[in-house]
């Protein structure tokens, strides 16, 4: 009699470590496919490389325009053009992201050889600009990061009917969410 | 008291041990319970579509950059062999690519892509179709 009690007690508790054992398979097969399980696609690099080929390309840019052909030269920057956006803006109704843009931010550099002359314009000036210190402080990990993307560019500055050595540097941040 | 006693059967029989059949059937109930809920959580995790709305809001929001970024007039026709476009419901509206499921409220994705003001796009939706046309001539663009 009181062998087959300790036998049911025996036998209760070793079906007490088998449920936490099939529970412990179960977990780790669980988190074993959650692993695989991609949600996150980052093309954050592809989407700068778009942006900025966009700039260059476009007819609504500062890459001078040959207005009789309708034709780009994106190797070429115009000048009078560059500088306007400064206060024109056009460069943000060229890709518009919308009224509260935070999806992307980039500075454009201009700087003449010949006779060392800089100019500075901005996408989306305020978000950059606080984006910016996210970059230049290294937090480029993580949801509350940024990313930038800095490119050199040898060009050609149309300025008063002449061409000009000149080098345009970009950077463009985008935010990681 | 006799008739008790010629009570026969699995589990009427006081020679068979009752308790040792049930624990038996639990143990084998046990694992194929568990078994059944892994599967359905496999065919869940297959039937997902998440990572397909992402890659396609992802690909199509590019896409437009790149379309509008494109000289002259331009037609292309896009398909995707890696995800069943007729599952989908795309809308490009308001500077957003959305993929969502056909026929149900389900999470949208999008993603954004820079709208030029100069050529003006009312939004469209595309949805149960295998390919997606993009249409740009010099002052408008559109999808079909």
């Known amino acids: 009699m009181k062998y087959k009690k300790s036998m049911a007690a025996f036998e209760m508790m070793m079906w007490f470590l088998k449920i936490l054992f099939i529970v412990g398979v179960l977990f780790a097969v669980v988190i074993l496919i959650r692993s695989f399980v991609i949600t996150t696609v980052d093309v954050s690099e592809l989407q700068a490389n ?7 390309y476009s007819p609504n840019s500062f890459s001078y325009l040959n207005s009789g052909l309708g034709r780009v ?3 070429i920057i115009d000048f009078e053009r560059f500088k306007s956006q400064a206060n024109e803006k056009f460069l943000e109704n ?3 992201y919308g009224n509260n843009n935070r999806e992307i931010g980039a500075g454009f550099y201009l700087k003449n050889l010949v006779d060392g002359e800089e100019n500075t314009v901005y996408y989306n000036k305020d978000f950059f600009r606080e984006q910016k210190i996210l970059v230049d402080s290294g937090f480029t990990e993580g949801p509350g990061g940024a990313r930038g993307y800095a490119k050199e560019y040898n060009i050609l500055i149309k300025k008063n009917n ?16 | 008291m006799n008739k008790e006693r010629n009570k026969k059967g699995v589990f009427n029989d006081k020679r068979g041990d009752v308790k040792l059949i049930l624990w038996a059937i639990i143990q084998i109930m046990i694992p194929i319970i568990i078994l059944l809920l892994l599967l359905d959580y496999i065919g869940s995790v297959n039937e997902d579509t998440l990572f397909e709305k992402i890659f396609l809001s992802r690909d199509l929001g590019l896409l437009m950059d790149t379309i509008y970024s494109g000289h002259g007039d331009l037609d292309y026709e896009y398909r995707n062999k890696q995800a069943r476009l007729e599952l989908f419901r795309f809308e490009f509206r308001e500077q957003q690519a959305k993929v969502g499921e056909l026929g149900s409220r389900s999470i949208e994705v999008g993603f954004p892509f820079g709208e030029d003001l100069d050529m003006p796009y009312p939004g469209n939706s595309v949805s149960g179709k295998s390919r997606i046309i993009f249409s740009k001539s010099k002052d408008s663009l559109s999808t079909s």
């Open chain 1, 50 to 56: 778009v942006f900025v080929y966009r700039m260059l």
């Open chain 1, 162 to 177: 002449t061409l000009e050595k000149g080098v345009l540097k970009l950077e463009v941040i985008i935010p990681n969410s």
């Open chain 1, 94 to 96: 060229a890709a518009f």
């Open chain 1, 73 to 75: 030269y994106p190797g």
